[in-house]
Each structure stands twice: as C-alpha cells, then as structure tokens.
C-alpha cells in the first residue's frame, strides 16, 4: 500500500475508535489539503466508504501538509509526539540503555584480553604489525557496535513519534519489537549513507597527503611543485567536502525511509531521499543546520562558565541539552519525513 494511504488509513482507524463520524473524518482530511482519491481509498481499504456530510472537522494529529515547512512546526510536531507518547520513549530509552551497558562491559573486557595479548604478543614476536591487527579488529567492532546503537535510537524515535503524532499510546515492547525487526535495514542504509558521503571526501584526503608529502620530500620541481601540489591538494578537499554537503542534503531522509517503506530496497532508499528532499526539504536541512551550530556555541559558553563555577552544573547542563538536541534532530527529519510524503503526492 501506498505509505501516504497508509497515513490516512491509521488516521481514520484512529478516529473512528475515538468515536468521529466518517463524514467529520472525510472533511478534516479534505480540508487540510489531502486529494479526494487518497482518502476514498483509504476509506475503501478499511472497507466502509467516507459519507458525505457538511459537518464541521476535528482537530486532526494528522501532519503539516503544507509545501514549505519550517523550523518550528518541525519543533511542534516533535512535542505532539512525544506528549502523546512520551512513557514509551523513556521506557525504550531505559531499555537499550541497559543493553549498551552490557555492550560497553562486553568491549571493556575485550579491551582488557587484548591489553594482556598484547603483552604476550611483543614479547614474543615484537612485532608491531601483528599486535595491531586484534586493535584494528576492535575498532571495526566499536563502528559496528556505534552504527547499531545509532539505527537503534532513530527507529525507537521515530516510532514512538509515529504512533504519538497518529494519535496512538505506543506499547513499549511492541515499539522495540519493530525497531529491532527493521535495526539491520536502518543501519545498512546509514552506513551506505555514509561511504557515499564521506568516500569521496577520504579518497580526496589520502591524494591531498599523497601530493603533498611527495612534493616536500621528492625535491621534484622544487618550490613551484610543492605549491601546486598544495593547491591541488586543496582543491581536492574542497570538492570532497562539497560532495559530503550535498550529499547529506539528498540523503538525510534515507533511514526513515528504510524504515517506514519496507518495500524500498536499501540501494532505493538514496532515490527515495533525493526525491522527497527536492524542492522545498534541503532548504530546511540548511536552516536546521545553522540554528543547530548556534545552538551549540552558546551551548558551549554556557556550560564553560558553569564549569568555572561548578563542574557538576556545568555537566549536567551539557548532557540535557545534548539529550533534547538529539531529540529535536532526529525527531525534525523524521517529521520532515513525514510532511515530504504528505506534499510529494
């Protein structure tokens, strides 16, 4: 089924348990901007076509339907979201705190194995190759680690933000039942976000140190090649730091969209993002992004003079408003998400 029929299909459901005639119903999806055909299908899909009726329409928790979409009705749906839902979140949240203590006590004793290993290992074969081999292994096992938790925290939210903006109490063990069922697809796509973002910009790096250490120390052209060395190498981490701009403006949107659209292939799920995103949703991204740099520098002032006054203060300061950040960035790109299926009919 179409996801935007699926939006109006839960809306429907969710009002008629409320006890909301199907006209009101019809009315309130029509008059906030949803075609005709759309709501008679998702009528036809529950299986009772809308009646018509020139009743007033209810308030609807369906989302901003409206072409430009801004910061703050971003901000505004996140808070819907979670006043309806928010003992889920914190239940969810408490759950996979546990279970990233018990992954953190799992590294630690990696850490504290290797530690002896690698004793043994220079004395035995003082080799320094072959004692970083185990250390490379764990750091490749902290990114795996770091890229689950991370698709973990997007599905639990946009889930429970989901559920709370469709008018639902999210069940806590329902909610991270399918946040798990779909953690492999959501974390498949943000590592294939990120080598296409950032690939070019690391290949661009390794030729900038690459031309630039073989100016200094081949002698090769003398001054005159070292400079152009460096301003080619400069023009290469620009072009790769542009890349990794644009591409984060065309492919924020890629892991809701793996995990709201199974039917999406992970490959499919870049398209999906690029299409969404075009006319009107990359120009959010930009703002939400400077408001979020200003955010954190006077975050940082703040809690810099706390710190010369309390260390405690200072801390506490820091970590509740990287908590609400959090929530605010993921929670906007996922109702950004939303509103950007609603308009691209």
């Not at 299909?9 to 029509?30: F, H, K, N």
């Not at 949803?34 to 008679?40: A, E, L, R």
């Not at 995103?277 to 809690?303: D, E, N, P, S």
């Not at 706390?306 to 950040?325: E, H, K, Q, R």
Request: hydrophobic share 55%.
């Amino acid at each position: 089924m179409d996801p935007r029929i699926q939006i109006a299909v839960d809306y429907v459901w969710t009002q008629r348990a409320a006890g909301v005639a199907d006209g009101a119903i019809s009315a309130a999806l029509l008059q906030i901007g949803w075609p005709q055909d759309y709501v008679t299908a998702a009528f036809n899909s529950i299986g009772q076509p809308p009646q018509p009726a020139a009743v007033q329409p209810t308030q609807t928790n369906l989302v901003d339907t409206r072409h430009k979409y801004t910061i703050r009705a971003a901000i505004a749906d996140v808070y819907r979201g979670m006043k309806v839902n928010w003992l889920t979140y914190l239940i969810c949240v408490l759950s996979m705190l546990a279970v990233a203590s018990i992954l953190v006590t799992l590294i630690y004793g990696i850490l504290s194995a290797l530690h002896v290993y690698d004793k043994v290992a220079y004395s035995g074969f003082g080799g320094v190759g072959f004692r970083l081999i185990p250390l490379i292994c764990l750091y490749l096992f902290v990114i795996a680690v770091s890229a689950v938790v991370n698709a973990m925290v997007v599905n639990v939210l946009a889930l429970t933000l989901r559920d709370g903006l469709d008018g639902h109490r999210g069940k806590p063990l329902a909610t991270l039942k399918e946040a798990l069922f779909r953690l492999v697809r959501v974390a498949l796509t943000n590592a294939l976000v990120a080598l296409v973002a950032l690939g070019p910009f690391i290949i661009t790096t390794i030729i900038m140190i690459t031309v630039t250490f073989a100016a200094t120390f081949s002698g090769v052209g003398g001054r005159s090649s070292s400079i152009a060395g460096l301003i080619i190498s400069l023009l290469l981490g620009l072009a790769g730091f542009a890349w990794a701009l644009i591409a984060s403006l065309r492919f924020a949107l890629a892991p809701y969209v793996a995990l709201i659209e199974p039917q999406t292939s992970i490959f499919g799920t870049l398209k999906r993002s690029s299409y969404l995103l075009r006319k009107g949703g990359q120009w959010f991204l930009l703002k939400g992004f400077f408001l979020l740099v200003a955010v954190l520098i006077i975050v940082l002032l703040l809690t810099h003079s706390s710190m010369s006054a309390s260390n405690d203060t200072g801390g506490t300061i820091f970590t509740a408003v990287n908590i609400v950040v959090t929530i605010l960035i993921n929670g906007g790109l996922y109702t950004l998400y939303r509103n950007r299926v609603a308009v691209k009919k």
